[in-house]
């Protein structure tokens, strides 16, 4: 018998169907052994060795390993192909007595019968530098996490934590948020002219050029001075551009890309998109195959796919869509400067298997994940798409109008992969009808279309977008994008308005602490190094204790500092609901089980009340839609809001409380946020930035 040792168990079956007789399957379930739950764990003045303890809830399954390792000819480790997994060959080596250097260590990017295989011909030693490079990003995180989350409990409130990556993510967010704040609107007039030639159908043409240059009107009386000036003046077509636009193939996916599209195609947020991955990894119940896993390794910041793979590709594509669809030689696509490499992109296993015929053996979330990371990389491998481009220059006078218009030449890869357009504009570009303009045409005027405007601020980031800046900014690595981004969640440093990242109050007084005294951990090129020279340790070019070392001597500093320094009290939310007892307005306090609300003379008033008993009791207003009272609410995730009493029939809804005052400004309602210092109050347009704050409100 030969015993193969896994990490997660949802792939036992899929293995053992492809391993056959003379074989046994044990998962991990991950970790084994780690540094201990309660205590450092690590002795800083013996190189920063790493005390590492076997796991409570793995004594059961170590137990089982002895038995089956005493047993067996042969002993095969096949955790996952990355640090993490072999760390974990090197934990069950260690406790099993395999010796690092035997060969007994075997990896798959997938989970088929050639490449399961192929991994049993050629099994190979431990690779201690991928081993050193996890034990250094561990060590580095205990120091963190050990140092200076008692820090925050003892400067700020019970229950926090700081983490090297964790942390300077939850800056990104806060920083963000920052900017939003700090937003000064401008404005600005979009001007149209509505033409047409002959009896051709109407278009429009925007305004981009004054005396031939760039032109953008930025008040209404400017505007109405264009507006008077043009509609006297003949247009003119002056310029014609015709081309060819062509787009290449996009790349298959890496990790984080796929966490992307996952969220903007498909809505889906990081948890789910991160299981359902999983699942498909693992292998699925497929009728008439048994468990089968359709996709490659999830983890992967590699766009290389293996010339196998794109031969069968080639040879799908031109059966199923004609020599047309492919390239004349396999596309190659960049892998970003600090990749791994380790792996290839994500692809599916069996494009035999297409998502029509596995659709009824798979959950909704796992059928929309595998055709979403099917048809990308069938994409991946087909020809460009190519268009008719056309960009028209119509003068009127010292003014320039333009349109541009694009056009399906030969569909290319796009004939199963659309693209993800954040920008709406450009796709309506490429709807718009143009008659035949030729230069010196004489157009019709039928109107000139002016439209008021504002600069945005930058939008608040989504989990698919703080993954995109991570990867960009070099934090983390896809292993850790997805955790990182949940912790926050779940440590309430972060929660969501619809798909986007708002930092709570927490959150934001927590990054105002480690920026005021931990500056390494909060600064995002240090950071984004740390993770380069774990890299390095990797490649066997720096020891891991090295690294720490230089890491610990700047900290050891900032803990000190910090120690030593003033606290922060998180801001108080005051609800609009008042302490039967006492007459005080009541508090949101967050406890283990989530918010409630609380007596703010605690302890002399211990009186406290559940978010399930805030009912229509007392108005805070009156609705600016229906004229109904306005009561607080408690919505399906236990978080307090202010809703009209004539639900359903009227959908007013505000997070903030409502007051009846209006906007001077837009002459939209105004909301209020008490805080223990102030009021805050602002408006509910977003489009207005009117804000200010009044004095706290009397308890």
């Known amino acids: 018998m030969n015993l193969v040792v896994i990490e997660g168990p949802g792939k036992r079956d899929t293995l053992k169907k492809y391993l056959g007789e003379g074989f046994e399957v044990v998962a991990t379930k991950g970790h084994i052994r780690d540094l201990p739950e309660k205590g450092f764990g690590i002795d800083i003045n013996n190189n920063f060795e790493p005390k590492y303890t076997l796991m409570p809830d793995k004594t059961d399954i170590v137990e089982q390993l002895k038995a089956k390792k005493d047993r067996a000819s042969k002993v095969y480790i096949a955790t996952d192909p990355d640090r993490e997994g072999e760390a974990i060959a090197w934990h069950v080596g260690h406790i099993l007595g395999i010796n690092e250097s035997?060969?007994?260590?075997?990896?798959?990017?997938?989970?088929?019968?050639?490449?399961?295989?192929?991994?049993?011909?050629?099994?190979?030693a431990i690779n201690m530098d991928l081993v050193h490079a996890q034990q250094g990003r561990r060590v580095l995180d205990r120091i963190v996490g050990y140092k200076a989350s008692p820090v925050l409990n003892k400067k700020i409130q019970k229950n926090l934590s700081a983490g090297r990556?964790?942390?300077?993510?939850?800056?990104?967010?806060?920083?963000?948020?920052?900017?939003?704040?700090?937003f000064k609107p401008e404005e600005y007039w979009n001007i149209n002219a509505l033409l047409s030639k002959l009896s051709s159908p109407q278009f429009k043409a925007a305004l981009a050029l004054k005396e031939s240059k760039k032109y953008q009107s930025h008040s209404e009386k400017e505007t109405l001075e264009v507006v008077d000036y043009a509609k006297k003046q003949d247009f003119i077509v002056a310029e014609v551009k015709k081309s060819i636009a062509r787009s290449n193939a996009p790349a298959p996916f890496v990790?984080?890309?796929?966490?992307?599209?996952?969220?903007?195609?498909?809505?889906?947020?990081?948890?789910?998109?991160?299981?359902?991955?999983?699942?498909?990894?693992?292998?699925?119940?497929?009728?008439?195959?048994?468990?089968?896993?359709?996709?490659?390794?999830?983890?992967?910041?590699?766009?290389?796919?293996s010339p196998e793979a794109q031969a069968i590709a080639k040879e799908f594509i031109i059966n199923k869509f004609g020599k047309d669809y492919v390239p004349a030689s396999f596309n190659v696509f960049k892998t970003k400067k600090n990749a791994q490499d380790a792996h290839e992109a994500i692809r599916p296993i069996n494009l035999f298997i297409t998502p029509e015929i596995a659709k009824n053996s798979l959950s909704p979330d796992n059928f929309k994940l595998y055709k979403l990371i099917y048809d990308r990389f069938l994409a991946s491998q087909m020809s460009e798409a190519t268009f008719d481009a056309l960009s028209v220059l119509i003068n009127a006078g010292i003014y320039g109008f333009k349109v541009t218009g694009k056009t399906p030449l030969f569909l290319g890869y796009t004939a199963v992969y659309k693209v993800y357009e954040d920008n709406k504009d450009d796709q309506d570009s490429e709807q718009i009808q143009l008659p035949n303009l030729v230069v010196g045409d004489k157009l019709t005027l039928h109107d000139i279309l002016k439209e008021q405007k504002f600069t945005k601020p930058p939008p608040r980031y989504t989990e698919a977008s703080l993954v995109k800046t991570m990867e960009e900014k070099g934090i983390g690595r896809p292993a850790t994008y997805a955790p990182t981004i949940l912790v926050l969640s779940k440590r309430r440093y972060t929660e969501k308005d619809g798909k986007y990242l708002l930092p709570t109050e927490l959150g934001t007084t927590v990054v105002e602490f480690l920026e005021k005294y931990f500056d390494d951990i909060m600064d995002v090129t240090f950071t984004a190094q740390m993770e380069t020279q774990l890299d390095e340790v990797e490649e066997g070019a720096i020891r891991w204790q090295d690294l720490v070392a230089s890491f610990y001597e700047g900290f050891e500093k900032e803990v000190a500092k910090a120690l030593g320094g003033d606290g922060i009290k998180v801001p108080v939310e005051v609800s609009s609901i008042p302490c039967e007892k006492c007459g005080a307005m009541l508090v949101v306090r967050m406890g283990k089980y989530g918010k409630f609300l609380a007596c703010p003379n605690f302890p002399n008033c211990k009186n406290v009340k559940s978010l399930t008993d805030v009912g229509p009791k007392i108005p805070v207003a009156k609705c600016p839609d229906c004229g109904k009272n306005i009561y607080a609410r408690k919505s399906k995730r236990g978080t307090l809001f202010y809703g009209c009493e004539g639900y359903p029939d009227c959908k007013f809804a505000s997070w903030d409380i409502p007051i009846e005052e209006k906007c001077p400004e837009c002459k939209s309602f105004l909301t209020k946020k008490p805080m223990k210092e102030e009021t805050k109050i602002k408006c509910s347009n977003k489009d207005c930035k009117y804000t200010r704050s009044d004095p706290p409100e009397q308890k």
């Open 102 to 124: 035997e060969p007994c260590r075997i990896e798959f990017n997938e989970i088929s019968k050639n490449a399961v295989n192929k991994a049993l011909l050629s099994p190979r």
């Open 255 to 305: 990790t984080s890309t796929l966490q992307q599209d996952a969220l903007n195609k498909l809505g889906m947020p990081l948890r789910r998109t991160t299981m359902a991955a999983q699942q498909l990894y693992e292998g699925v119940e497929i009728k008439g195959e048994g468990k089968t896993a359709l996709i490659t390794y999830i983890r992967t910041d590699s766009t290389r796919v």
């Open 165 to 182: 990556v964790q942390s300077v993510a939850l800056k990104i967010v806060v920083d963000r948020e920052r900017e939003i704040k700090n």
